[in-house]
T-cell receptor, first 110, second 116 residues
Framework: KQEVTQIPAALSVPEGENLVLNCSFT??????LQWFRQDPGKGLTSLLL?????REQTSGRLNASLDKSSGRSTLYIAASQPGDSATYLC?????????FGSGTKLNVKP | DAGITQSPRHKVTETGTPVTLRCHQT?????MYWYRQDPGHGLRLIHY???????DKGEVSDGYSVSRSKTEDFLLTLESATSSQTSVYFC???????????????FGPGTRLTVL
């Protein structure tokens, strides 16, 4: 069974900092890795999806990378803003199922 | 945003009563999922569907049943609600692309259920 881990569980940074969120998974036979954002009391919003054949995807200030061989994905947020404060979750898709990490709660201080 | 709605959005019920939550999609996606999210447990899959009338159990299916009679609707039923089923319930949809090479999931807004 796939295990997905996100470290740290919480992160607090000053506004303007560049930061990296980590996601690791135990089985490298994934089809894709998806990053989500969840605001308090809300559903999950899809941010980026990286297919297994890809190394990275970019959307605005967000860049996600995937290294299947090491079982790792990172989400890079450039020039962080208070509006980026949320919980970020990663999920792998393999064995016809999605496997979620427990998330990193990000707080960007003004 | 993916066209996914959940109803009701909030519900308070009493132990022992039946409860049905509805998920409706306008995307014509094949796969639909029900998750629950609890502090300390993250997202846990309850049941999922891979087509009309085709469903399977997830990791926390005890006490829950599902039905999918149309592509667009996926119902989650708590036959006799218990306090341990107090949670936030999320519906999600997905579709395989490129011959199954990848599968992107989209979530509904959630239903907050309280069982007293």
């Amino acid at each position: 069974k796939q295990e997905v881990t996100q470290i740290p569980a919480a992160l607090s940074v000053p506004e303007g900092e560049n930061l990296v969120l980590n996601c690791s998974f135990t089985d490298s036979a994934i089809y894709n890795l998806q990053w989500f954002r969840q605001d308090p009391g809300k559903g999950l919003t899809s941010l980026l999806l990286i297919q297994s054949s890809q190394r990275e995807q970019t959307s605005g200030r967000l860049n996600a990378s995937l290294d299947k061989s090491s079982g790792r994905s990172t989400l890079y947020i450039a020039a962080s803003q208070p509006g980026d404060s949320a919980t970020y979750l990663c999920a792998s898709y393999n064995f016809n199922k999605f496997y979620f990490g427990s998330g990193t709660k990000l707080n960007v201080k003004p | 945003d993916a066209g996914i709605t959940q109803s009701p959005r909030h519900k308070v019920t009493e132990t022992g009563t039946p409860v049905t939550l509805r998920c409706h999609q306008t995307e014509n996606h094949r796969y639909m999922y029900w998750y629950r999210q609890d502090p300390g447990h993250g997202l846990r899959l309850i049941h999922y569907s891979y087509g009309v009338k085709d469903t399977d159990k997830g990791e926390v299916s005890d006490g829950y049943s599902v039905s999918r009679s149309k592509t667009e609707d996926f119902l989650l039923t708590l036959e006799s609600a218990t306090s341990s089923q107090t949670s936030v319930y999320f519906c999600a949809i997905s579709e395989s692309r490129d011959g199954g090479q990848f599968n992107e999931q989209f979530f509904g807004p959630g239903t907050r259920l309280t069982v007293l």
